[in-house]
Each structure stands twice: as structure tokens, then as C-alpha cells.
């Protein structure tokens, strides 16, 4: 019988549990025993690799933000800037990254305690393109007006807010970015 990389088991198990948490919608909803069993391991090897359900959420969480960082490049490799990446609207393509964030950000809100590991992975995401704004964009009031609105756009995808109209936001863009670069 072969071994697996301990890279292939986390894989797995986070596999597992974007798997339950889609079909959940509610990390409340989903037992580490359940994840577990999706992912073909014990509970202990569960808890080999994330000692808690804070620990796990916060991988999905880093996970999901190596996807958008991953996409990030592509987009920049293709032309797109940093800022116009971060000032995108959200479209029905971002539905399962987004349902999977609302679910990382339920536990935060969750009773059960402080989830800072969850709230600190969030937290990296969201601001692991702010180096590549402020390179970018040499003006930093004009910088972290992009990021504050980028952010904004973010959470209205994530909180299902609508979008703003097609028109304004490239209008909004335009007005933001003119000269900047």
C-alpha cells in the first residue's frame, strides 16, 4: 500500500470540506467527523493535519485566497492590472468561492469563541494585494481608495448585495484609475 503526501490528505480533507460546506451552506452544519469520513480518513488523521475546525476553516479560507491570487496572475499576465483585478464586478462564475467564504465568515460569527486563526486567514486574503495596488498606483491616498472600494464590491458579492449597474461601476472605475498609473 503506498502512503499519500501529508499534501495530498490536507487536499483531500479540504476537498471534503468545500464539498459538505456547498451542499451545507453553514460550517455550523458540518461535523469534523463528517468532513472525515468524506475525505476518507479518521477523525485523528483529521485532526493530524487541522487540530480544530478554527484550524481547517482557516485553511479553506487561505485556500480560496491562493485561487483568487492564482487568478490574480493569470489576469496579469494577460495585460490587467492589479487595480482593475480588484475593482472587477462579481459575476455568477464567483458563486462557489463566494458561498464557500460565507461560510468561513459563519463560524466567525458563531458563539463558540474568538476565531481569530479564521478571522486573521480572512484577513490575509483581503490584503494580499495591497503591496501589488500600492506598486501599481504610486498616489497611497489613491491606492487605498481602490482597495477600500475593491473591498466594498467584495462584500456586497459576499454578503448577495446587489451589483452596481454595469455603466456606473466602469464609470467608477474610469474616474479612479484615470491618471493613476
Do not use: C, N
Request: charged share 25%.
Amino acid at each position: 500500500m503506498s502512503h499519500m503526501r501529508p499534501g495530498d490528505t490536507r487536499a483531500r480533507i479540504l476537498d471534503a470540506l468545500e464539498l459538505l460546506l456547498s451542499r451545507a451552506g453553514s460550517s455550523q452544519q458540518v461535523s469534523l467527523e463528517a468532513v472525515a469520513a468524506a475525505a476518507g480518513v479518521s477523525k485523528g488523521g483529521l485532526l493530524h493535519h487541522y487540530p480544530s475546525k478554527e484550524a481547517l476553516l482557516a485553511a479553506l479560507v487561505r485556500r480560496l485566497g491562493e485561487r483568487a491570487d492564482a487568478q490574480l496572475a493569470d489576469a496579469v499576465a494577460g495585460g490587467t492590472s492589479v487595480a482593475d483585478f480588484y475593482l472587477q464586478a462579481y459575476d455568477d462564475s464567483d458563486e462557489q468561492s463566494l458561498a464557500l467564504l460565507r461560510s468561513a465568515i459563519a463560524a466567525l460569527r458563531s458563539a463558540d469563541g474568538q476565531h481569530t486563526e479564521v478571522q486573521e486567514a480572512l484577513i490575509e486574503v483581503l490584503r494580499s494585494w495591497d503591496d501589488g495596488l500600492r506598486r501599481e498606483i504610486a498616489d497611497p491616498v489613491r491606492a487605498e481608495t481602490v482597495r477600500l472600494v475593491g473591498d466594498g464590491l467584495f462584500l456586497a458579492a459576499l454578503l448577495g448585495l446587489p451589483q452596481p449597474d454595469p455603466a456606473l461601476h466602469k464609470e467608477v472605475v474610469r474616474r479612479l484609475l484615470d491618471g493613476a498609473r
